[in-house]
């Protein structure tokens, strides 16, 4: 049409090649979707140096790790005497292996995953403008539902892009550490452990359906970029602060700490590794279930609150 | 709507113009557009239904009980801006839900997967996925579609070569002219092959020879049987492409069929419009009504005038109910008189809210 060809030639029709094949169903458009916003996050150089500094825990863990073995088999029993003041090498590495839980156990994913929340607060803050935000705010919709697919598919595809970057972020670096535990120590890890792979993959999916729909929630409602990391953190930091001082300042009850979504992923995560309440520091928590609870009303309004958006997509659009 | 009633859609539907339009004893408006094949007008199941369809935003109303049926061809979609134009075309492509009525494509729910598969949607919207390329787009928009990875390769070259973009669907959609996002958006529609086409002002924002062109290409589309349904502002680029158009206003189709037929009708049926005129001049006098309702009778387009009870409190107002053909005569003709003789016009008002959004197009003014 506009190529110079065709212009003042008999007009030609459109050819196409019969469709002989099947349609893929709906449910197969979720993964283009994801992939689109996925594309659209790593294009962003920003993302990339989010989560470099993200595997900066991870390789801290990696590493110590793998060094606390080294230790292990080169110090031995020995003492080292460092000027006046002299070190017991196996006392230091159990100090800094129970400090930082650096020994394969539940506590050493349990607070990994934790240790990166920050991280994925900000990749998420940053995802869910650029995945959902710009949709709703440039009127994109449209496009996606002019096509054979429901408002479900579209959610559950951007859905899944979030999910992929909450699991790249948290449970297969969980996983990482897990599997270099066992082949730096022993075998047997994987079978006598393997309770511990469940655990992780359990924490993974609460964080996963929890952080999608808030993200998705938050997302659909604000829009923007500044407003979205603003919220998050609020809801994410603020609520931490509060949540502390009312429980450890203020020394009120310690259900307080509910308002504190991170924490209650923390907890639930925990139940998930099959920790018991001894394992939690400060001591002085709610029980994992009403954090479960908690999350789960916070998710469900989220659903909701999403259900409801985008049945109002034509004034939203 | 009482007086436009033939012509316009008055709460139970539209109703056909003549020939081009048969009309079912449900009274909806039946039209082919403009379509070379005389076979494709006789389908059973027309391409596009509307059944009495309505949809509320809150208290306002968006569509207010329109019902249409559409079968191949180019159909025009003409309306001011809030006449309800773009919320039919999202009632059409399933993008919401009518809260009364049905909306049908090829007998399916337009909600529905299945019916999507017959509709291409070209949005006025033009807001993409910046950093991708036109080709990414299209071939993304393909996969949403339901092809394969293949399939969709294929479709996506041969719609962008169609629409003129195959030499530029490399570069980046950020870089795109608004013409060039036409073309774009006109490709993501065409890609599936729908049998539907819902176009949403396709030619705003084009140059002239690129207009020529999705003219063009739009009358070969309906002589291959597709079902064109664009919508614009201006009557005048409408009548370019086609000669069938819906005009709608205040969420409502007032009127369905060619311009002609539209303005010939328009002539046939008497006007109600309400004038209120100064019962005496400031020198006292006659009673100005009075010789108003005798100079109008005189009008040979007037057919009758009604003299109506003074309101309280407006005793110096004189009210008349005039019933007249041949609008544009008569509002020529009235505005004469009224010069000439002097006559204090108070108020001048067109009782049939639809007649006065059709008069307002087609008299060059607005809906």
Known sequence: MGDSSGRGAAPELLHYRPWKGAFRPPIAAVWPIARTGLLMLLRRRLFWGLYALSMMIFLMYFFGQYLLAWFQTQAGESRVVVGLLAIHPGELIEILADKLKLNGSAATYRNYIHYQGYMVMIVLALAGSVLIGNDFRYGSLPFYLSKPLSRRHYLLGKGLAVAVFINLLTTLPALALFVEYGLIYSWDHFTRNSYLVAGILAYGAVLTVSLTLILLATAVWLRRTVPLIMTWTALFLLCRQLATSLVDGLHLDPRWRLIDLWNNTWLVGGACLQMGPEAFDPASQPRWVEAALVLGGVSVACLSYLALRLRAVEIVG | ?367
């Open chain 2, 1 to 367: 709507m009482s007086e436009l009633s033939s012509i316009a859609a008055a709460g139970g539907g539209n109703r056909g113009v003549e020939k081009e339009f048969s009309r079912d004893p449900k009274g909806s408006a039946k039209t082919s557009g403009r379509s070379r094949d005389p076979a494709r007008q006789l389908l059973p199941t027309p391409v596009l239904l509307c059944q009495r369809v309505s949809k509320w935003y809150g208290p306002v109303i968006g569509v207010n009980q329109v019902t249409l049926e559409l079968r191949p061809g180019i159909t025009g979609l003409v309306g001011s801006n809030g006449a309800g134009k773009s919320t039919l075309m999202r009632l059409i492509t399933g993008h919401v839900r009518p809260d009364i009525g049905r909306v049908e494509v090829l007998g399916r729910d337009a909600w529905s997967a299945a019916a999507k598969r017959h509709i291409g949607y070209c949005p006025e919207v033009d807001s993409f996925y910046e950093e991708m390329s036109g080709r990414q787009f299209i071939e993304t928009m393909a996969r949403l579609s339901g092809y394969t990875s293949g399939e969709a390769r294929r479709r996506t070259g041969a719609v962008l070569e169609r629409v003129g973009m195959s030499g530029r669907a490399e570069r980046r959609l950020r870089g795109y002219s608004k013409g060039m996002r036409q073309r774009i958006k006109l490709a993501q529609a065409m890609l599936h092959d729908p049998e539907l086409l819902v176009l949403d002002e396709p030619l705003s924002g084009i140059d002239p020879v690129g207009r020529a062109e999705f003219i063009s290409l739009f009358r070969d589309l309906a002589d291959q049987g597709k079902c064109l349904l664009v919508s614009s502002h201006e009557l005048d680029e409408l009548q370019k492409l086609t000669d069938h158009v819906a005009v709608m206003a205040r969420g409502r189709i007032a009127a369905v069929g060619s311009v002609a037929q539209i303005r010939d009708r328009l002539d046939d049926h008497p006007l109600t419009v309400r004038v209120d005129v100064a019962r005496t001049t400031e020198e006292g006098g006659k009673d100005r009504r009075r010789e108003l309702a005798g100079a109008l009778l005189r009008l040979p387009d007037v057919v009758g005038v009604e003299l109506l009870d003074d309101a309280p409190g407006e005793e110096d107002v004189g009210r008349l109910l005039v019933r007249a053909r041949n609008p544009r005569t008569f509002f020529q003709d009235l505005t004469r008189l009224v010069l000439e003789e002097w006559f204090e016009v108070r108020r001048l008002q067109t009782l049939d809210e639809s007649a006065e959004a059709v008069l307002g197009y087609l008299l060059g003014g607005r809906g």
